[in-house]
Protein backbone atom coordinates (compact mmCIF):
# COMPACT_ATOMS: atom_id res chain seq x y z
CA UNK A 1 0.00 0.00 0.00
CA UNK A 2 1.47 3.18 -0.92
CA UNK A 3 1.97 5.90 1.51
CA UNK A 4 0.99 9.67 0.43
CA UNK A 5 3.55 10.83 3.08
CA UNK A 6 6.24 9.37 0.68
CA UNK A 7 5.25 10.27 -2.50
CA UNK A 8 8.59 11.07 -4.51
CA UNK A 9 8.71 15.10 -5.60
CA UNK A 10 9.12 13.98 -9.23
CA UNK A 11 5.40 12.67 -9.72
CA UNK A 12 3.19 15.63 -11.44
CA UNK A 13 0.36 17.02 -8.84
CA UNK A 14 -2.67 14.59 -9.11
CA UNK A 15 -4.17 11.85 -7.83
CA UNK A 16 -1.80 9.16 -8.81
CA UNK A 17 1.45 8.77 -7.19
CA UNK A 18 4.65 6.63 -7.22
CA UNK A 19 6.11 6.83 -3.22
CA UNK A 20 9.35 6.29 -2.02
CA UNK A 21 9.26 1.96 -2.17
CA UNK A 22 9.89 1.95 -5.74
CA UNK A 23 12.46 -0.73 -6.71
CA UNK A 24 12.54 0.52 -10.22
CA UNK A 25 11.29 -1.96 -12.10
CA UNK A 26 9.67 -0.53 -14.77
CA UNK A 27 6.47 -2.30 -15.00
CA UNK A 28 4.37 0.78 -14.79
CA UNK A 29 6.45 2.57 -17.14
CA UNK A 30 6.08 -0.09 -19.81
CA UNK A 31 2.63 -1.04 -19.25
CA UNK A 32 1.10 2.73 -18.99
CA UNK A 33 3.96 4.42 -20.59
CA UNK A 34 1.75 7.93 -21.36
CA UNK A 35 1.26 8.22 -17.22
CA UNK A 36 4.40 6.39 -15.68
CA UNK A 37 8.41 6.86 -16.96
CA UNK A 38 11.21 6.13 -15.33
CA UNK A 39 13.12 9.18 -14.08
CA UNK A 40 16.47 8.09 -12.83
CA UNK A 41 16.16 5.29 -10.46
CA UNK A 42 13.11 5.15 -9.59
CA UNK A 43 9.36 5.71 -12.05
CA UNK A 44 6.93 8.34 -10.84
CA UNK A 45 3.55 10.15 -12.80
CA UNK A 46 4.35 12.78 -15.45
CA UNK A 47 0.78 12.89 -16.66
CA UNK A 48 -2.18 12.17 -14.86
CA UNK A 49 -4.83 10.25 -16.02
CA UNK A 50 -7.63 12.10 -17.90
CA UNK A 51 -9.58 9.55 -19.62
CA UNK A 52 -11.51 6.11 -18.42
CA UNK A 53 -8.81 3.89 -20.52
CA UNK A 54 -5.82 6.28 -18.98
CA UNK A 55 -7.49 5.64 -15.38
CA UNK A 56 -8.29 1.64 -16.02
CA UNK A 57 -4.20 1.51 -17.32
CA UNK A 58 -2.85 3.18 -14.33
CA UNK A 59 -5.06 1.01 -12.21
CA UNK A 60 -3.54 -2.05 -13.84
CA UNK A 61 -0.25 -0.75 -13.22
CA UNK A 62 -1.18 0.02 -9.68
CA UNK A 63 -2.13 -3.65 -9.43
CA UNK A 64 0.90 -5.07 -11.32
CA UNK A 65 3.44 -3.18 -9.24
CA UNK A 66 5.12 -5.77 -7.29
CA UNK A 67 5.53 -3.54 -4.18
CA UNK A 68 2.15 -1.76 -4.05
CA UNK A 69 4.42 1.55 -4.53
CA UNK A 70 1.47 3.17 -6.78
CA UNK A 71 -1.21 4.69 -4.69
CA UNK A 72 -4.12 7.58 -4.96
CA UNK A 73 -5.60 10.57 -3.49
CA UNK A 74 -8.88 9.57 -5.19
CA UNK A 75 -10.96 6.30 -4.42
CA UNK A 76 -11.11 4.24 -7.82
CA UNK A 77 -12.67 0.67 -8.17
CA UNK A 78 -9.82 -1.66 -8.15
CA UNK A 79 -11.28 -3.88 -9.98
CA UNK A 80 -10.83 -2.13 -12.69
CA UNK A 81 -6.98 -3.46 -12.28
CA UNK A 82 -7.60 -7.01 -11.06
CA UNK A 83 -9.89 -7.85 -13.36
CA UNK A 84 -7.81 -6.88 -16.37
CA UNK A 85 -5.34 -9.72 -15.34
CA UNK A 86 -4.23 -12.20 -16.85
CA UNK A 87 -4.01 -9.58 -20.15
CA UNK A 88 -4.39 -11.05 -23.49
CA UNK A 89 -0.72 -10.20 -25.49
CA UNK A 90 -2.08 -12.18 -28.79
CA UNK A 91 -3.69 -15.58 -29.74
CA UNK A 92 -3.74 -17.52 -26.50
CA UNK A 93 -0.92 -15.75 -24.54
CA UNK A 94 -1.47 -13.81 -22.01
CA UNK A 95 0.67 -11.31 -19.23
CA UNK A 96 -0.24 -11.98 -15.55
CA UNK A 97 0.08 -8.91 -14.21
CA UNK A 98 0.70 -9.20 -10.90
CA UNK A 99 4.13 -9.08 -10.60
CA UNK A 100 6.61 -9.91 -7.32
CA UNK A 101 9.12 -8.44 -5.37
CA UNK A 102 10.65 -11.49 -5.05
CA UNK A 103 11.57 -11.82 -8.63
CA UNK A 104 11.80 -7.71 -8.68
CA UNK A 105 8.91 -7.30 -10.85
CA UNK A 106 9.64 -10.03 -13.30
CA UNK A 107 6.93 -10.53 -16.13
CA UNK A 108 5.47 -13.75 -16.37
CA UNK A 109 3.06 -15.29 -18.75
CA UNK A 110 0.31 -17.97 -19.28
CA UNK A 111 -0.53 -19.95 -22.69
CA UNK A 112 -4.33 -21.10 -22.37
CA UNK A 113 -4.70 -24.31 -24.25
CA UNK A 114 -7.24 -26.74 -24.20
CA UNK A 115 -6.64 -30.02 -21.66
CA UNK A 116 -6.64 -32.06 -25.14
CA UNK A 117 -3.59 -29.86 -26.14
CA UNK A 118 -1.52 -30.11 -22.24
CA UNK A 119 -3.44 -27.65 -20.75
CA UNK A 120 -2.40 -23.95 -19.65
CA UNK A 121 1.25 -23.46 -19.32
CA UNK A 122 2.64 -20.54 -17.01
CA UNK A 123 6.05 -18.92 -17.91
CA UNK A 124 7.52 -17.79 -14.68
CA UNK A 125 5.95 -17.16 -11.41
CA UNK A 126 3.80 -14.11 -10.85
CA UNK A 127 2.71 -12.97 -7.54
CA UNK A 128 0.51 -15.44 -5.77
CA UNK A 129 -2.36 -13.34 -5.09
CA UNK A 130 -5.78 -14.75 -4.59
CA UNK A 131 -7.67 -12.12 -7.02
CA UNK A 132 -5.07 -13.69 -9.90
CA UNK A 133 -5.28 -17.56 -8.92
CA UNK A 134 -9.20 -17.22 -9.00
CA UNK A 135 -8.67 -16.21 -12.67
CA UNK A 136 -5.98 -18.79 -13.41
CA UNK A 137 -8.27 -21.42 -12.11
CA UNK A 138 -11.16 -20.16 -13.95
CA UNK A 139 -9.51 -20.22 -16.90
CA UNK A 140 -8.75 -23.50 -17.18
CA UNK A 141 -5.23 -23.79 -14.32
CA UNK A 142 -2.55 -24.28 -14.49
CA UNK A 143 -0.35 -27.96 -16.48
CA UNK A 144 2.77 -27.11 -16.42
CA UNK A 145 5.07 -24.08 -15.16
CA UNK A 146 8.12 -23.10 -17.23
CA UNK A 147 10.84 -21.55 -15.25
CA UNK A 148 13.05 -19.32 -17.55
CA UNK A 149 15.78 -19.05 -14.54
CA UNK A 150 16.67 -18.85 -10.45
CA UNK A 151 16.06 -15.16 -10.33
CA UNK A 152 12.69 -15.09 -11.81
CA UNK A 153 10.72 -17.99 -9.94
CA UNK A 154 8.99 -16.01 -7.23
CA UNK A 155 6.12 -18.10 -5.51
CA UNK A 156 6.49 -20.91 -7.71
CA UNK A 157 5.69 -23.54 -4.76
CA UNK A 158 2.30 -22.01 -4.23
CA UNK A 159 1.44 -22.57 -7.66
CA UNK A 160 2.46 -26.20 -8.02
CA UNK A 161 0.64 -27.15 -4.82
CA UNK A 162 -2.94 -24.98 -5.81
CA UNK A 163 -2.84 -26.36 -9.24
CA UNK A 164 -0.51 -29.78 -9.04
CA UNK A 165 1.75 -28.40 -12.34
CA UNK A 166 4.46 -29.39 -13.18
CA UNK A 167 7.80 -27.29 -13.20
CA UNK A 168 10.27 -27.33 -15.75
CA UNK A 169 13.42 -25.73 -15.01
CA UNK A 170 17.28 -26.64 -15.72
CA UNK A 171 19.58 -28.61 -13.32
CA UNK A 172 22.25 -25.62 -13.28
CA UNK A 173 20.39 -23.11 -11.68
CA UNK A 174 19.15 -25.22 -8.67
CA UNK A 175 16.20 -26.94 -10.18
CA UNK A 176 16.71 -29.78 -8.14
CA UNK A 177 16.89 -27.79 -4.83
CA UNK A 178 13.61 -25.91 -5.62
CA UNK A 179 12.18 -28.99 -5.95
CA UNK A 180 10.92 -28.80 -10.23
CA UNK A 181 9.60 -31.52 -11.17
CA UNK A 182 11.18 -32.09 -15.06
CA UNK A 183 14.75 -31.31 -14.26
CA UNK A 184 16.65 -30.44 -17.85
CA UNK A 185 20.14 -30.88 -18.41
CA UNK A 186 23.21 -29.50 -21.50
CA UNK A 187 22.58 -27.22 -24.02
CA UNK A 188 20.91 -29.18 -26.76
CA UNK A 189 17.50 -28.27 -27.43
CA UNK A 190 14.85 -30.04 -25.78
CA UNK A 191 11.12 -30.53 -27.65
CA UNK A 192 8.67 -30.40 -24.46
CA UNK A 193 5.16 -30.61 -26.78
CA UNK A 194 4.90 -30.38 -30.23
CA UNK A 195 4.28 -26.58 -29.99
CA UNK A 196 6.92 -25.95 -27.27
CA UNK A 197 10.67 -25.59 -27.63
CA UNK A 198 13.22 -25.48 -24.75
CA UNK A 199 16.42 -23.72 -25.46
CA UNK A 200 19.07 -23.50 -23.08
CA UNK A 201 20.92 -19.98 -23.12
CA UNK A 202 23.20 -19.93 -20.73
CA UNK A 203 24.70 -16.31 -20.19
CA UNK A 204 22.53 -14.38 -17.99
CA UNK A 205 22.80 -17.49 -15.48
CA UNK A 206 24.41 -21.08 -16.16
CA UNK A 207 21.07 -22.36 -16.51
CA UNK A 208 18.93 -20.02 -18.16
CA UNK A 209 16.12 -21.07 -20.62
CA UNK A 210 14.08 -19.54 -23.26
CA UNK A 211 10.71 -21.09 -24.32
CA UNK A 212 9.51 -21.33 -28.42
CA UNK A 213 6.15 -21.65 -28.31
CA UNK A 214 4.44 -22.13 -32.09
CA UNK A 215 7.54 -20.74 -33.84
CA UNK A 216 5.99 -17.81 -32.81
CA UNK A 217 6.36 -16.51 -29.40
CA UNK A 218 9.94 -16.58 -27.88
CA UNK A 219 9.71 -15.93 -23.98
CA UNK A 220 13.34 -15.11 -23.06
CA UNK A 221 13.02 -14.25 -19.25
CA UNK A 222 16.61 -12.25 -18.46
CA UNK A 223 18.35 -13.02 -21.85
CA UNK A 224 16.37 -10.63 -24.60
CA UNK A 225 14.42 -7.62 -24.73
CA UNK A 226 13.99 -4.79 -26.90
CA UNK A 227 15.25 -1.75 -26.02
CA UNK A 228 12.89 1.28 -27.27
CA UNK A 229 16.06 3.51 -26.97
CA UNK A 230 18.13 1.83 -29.84
CA UNK A 231 15.29 0.82 -31.50
CA UNK A 232 16.55 -2.80 -31.77
CA UNK A 233 16.87 -6.08 -29.37
CA UNK A 234 19.63 -6.17 -26.87
CA UNK A 235 20.95 -7.87 -23.65
CA UNK A 236 21.66 -6.21 -20.32
CA UNK A 237 25.69 -7.10 -19.92
CA UNK A 238 25.55 -5.56 -16.20
CA UNK A 239 23.31 -8.36 -15.06
CA UNK A 240 25.36 -11.49 -17.41
CA UNK A 241 25.83 -13.09 -13.78
CA UNK A 242 27.57 -16.05 -16.08
CA UNK A 243 29.05 -14.82 -18.43
CA UNK A 244 28.25 -12.62 -21.00
CA UNK A 245 30.68 -14.24 -23.61
CA UNK A 246 28.15 -17.30 -23.06
CA UNK A 247 25.61 -15.23 -23.39
CA UNK A 248 26.57 -13.81 -26.49
CA UNK A 249 27.42 -17.33 -27.73
CA UNK A 250 23.33 -18.28 -26.87
CA UNK A 251 22.17 -15.35 -28.49
CA UNK A 252 23.69 -16.64 -31.72
CA UNK A 253 21.89 -20.04 -31.31
CA UNK A 254 18.71 -18.09 -32.00
CA UNK A 255 19.41 -17.37 -35.44
CA UNK A 256 18.34 -21.37 -35.57
CA UNK A 257 14.93 -20.67 -35.09
CA UNK A 258 11.23 -17.99 -36.33
CA UNK A 259 9.78 -16.01 -34.08
CA UNK A 260 7.59 -13.03 -33.92
CA UNK A 261 7.32 -12.09 -30.26
CA UNK A 262 9.82 -11.54 -27.63
CA UNK A 263 8.40 -11.59 -24.34
CA UNK A 264 10.81 -10.91 -21.68
CA UNK A 265 10.69 -11.42 -17.81
CA UNK A 266 12.43 -7.72 -17.39
CA UNK A 267 12.71 -4.99 -20.50
CA UNK A 268 9.99 -4.35 -23.08
CA UNK A 269 8.15 -6.59 -25.11
CA UNK A 270 8.37 -6.66 -28.90
CA UNK A 271 6.18 -7.99 -32.27
CA UNK A 272 7.23 -7.70 -35.00
CA UNK A 273 7.77 -10.24 -38.37
CA UNK A 274 10.06 -12.68 -38.20
CA UNK A 275 12.00 -11.36 -41.22
CA UNK A 276 12.81 -8.17 -38.99
CA UNK A 277 12.91 -10.47 -35.85
CA UNK A 278 15.90 -12.45 -37.57
CA UNK A 279 17.64 -8.46 -38.50
CA UNK A 280 17.06 -7.41 -35.52
CA UNK A 281 18.65 -10.60 -33.52
CA UNK A 282 21.61 -10.08 -36.07
CA UNK A 283 22.26 -6.24 -34.73
CA UNK A 284 22.21 -7.63 -31.48
CA UNK A 285 24.77 -10.34 -31.33
CA UNK A 286 26.96 -7.78 -33.37
CA UNK A 287 26.41 -5.00 -30.51
CA UNK A 288 26.89 -7.92 -27.99
CA UNK A 289 30.40 -8.79 -29.83
CA UNK A 290 31.53 -5.19 -29.40
CA UNK A 291 30.79 -4.93 -24.92
S1 LIG B 1 5.77 -0.93 -10.97
FE1 LIG B 1 6.07 -0.18 -8.88
S2 LIG B 1 8.15 -0.79 -8.31
FE2 LIG B 1 7.97 -1.02 -10.52
S3 LIG B 1 8.76 0.92 -11.33
FE3 LIG B 1 6.54 1.16 -11.12
S4 LIG B 1 6.16 2.02 -9.10
FE4 LIG B 1 8.27 1.25 -9.15
Redesign the pocket.
Known sequence: MANIQQRLPENVPGDFY?DA?????????Q?APSI?R?HGE??SVYHQPETDAETRVSMM?LV???????GTTEKHDAHLGIDAFPMLIAENVYFCGF?SEASF?GWSYLIVRPASEGGNVLIDSPRFATQLVKRIEAMGGVSQMLLTHRDDVADHALFHKKFGCERVMHADDGARRLGAEKVLEGEAEILLADDIIVIPTPGHTRGHLVFLYKQKFLFTGDHLAWSPKRQTLTAFPSVAWYSWREQTRSMARLKNYNFEWVLPGHGDLHHDSKANMRYHLQSCIEWMQTR
Open positions: VSCIDCDTCSLFDQCAACPTGSITG
